[in-house]
Nanobody, 127 residues
Framework: QVQLVESGGGLVQPGGSLNLSCAASGFSLDYYAIGWFRQAPGKEREGVSCISSSDGSTYYGASVKGRFTISRDKAKNTVYLQMNSLKPEDTAVYYC????????????????????WGQGTQVTVSS
């Protein structure tokens, strides 16, 4: 049974940092890519970052590039999203997701390419 559980969200001041975790079970990160998405109130869910299964290649959305870092610990079957220099516009519910497709050294960028989702974790950036 595929399951994804996010954790690590919270309230942080602008300029601060958070490290989100996505614990995966029922499948191996060796074979399937993981993506991070976020959804702010009244907005569409947008892609933030993703990491490939084969070689850990990464992708970042333009709004987070240079501030966020995605990584994985295959021994723990967990993916992380280190978020630095946080801004109020980063406030959203953050979701991790996995795709059962084969992408090799790439990772899917679009919401409809993902098959399983976690429950989300709230990130609030405010002074």
């Amino acid at each position: 049974q595929v399951q994804l559980v996010e954790s690590g969200g919270g309230l942080v001041q602008p300029g601060g940092s958070l490290n989100l975790s996505c614990a995966a079970s029922g499948f191996s990160l060796d074979y399937y890519a993981i993506g991070w998405f976020r959804q702010a109130p009244g907005k569409e869910r947008e892609g933030v970052s993703c990491i490939s299964s084969s070689d850990g290649s990464t992708y970042y959305g333009a709004s987070v590039k240079g501030r966020f870092t995605i990584s994985r610990d295959k021994a723990k079957n967990t993916v992380y999203l280190q978020m630095n220099s946080l801004k109020p516009e980063d406030t959203a519910v953050y979701y991790c997701a996995t795709s059962m497709g084969t992408y090799g050294s790439s990772c899917p960028k679009r919401r409809h390419e993902y098959d399983y989702w976690g429950q989300g974790t709230q990130v609030t950036v405010s002074s």
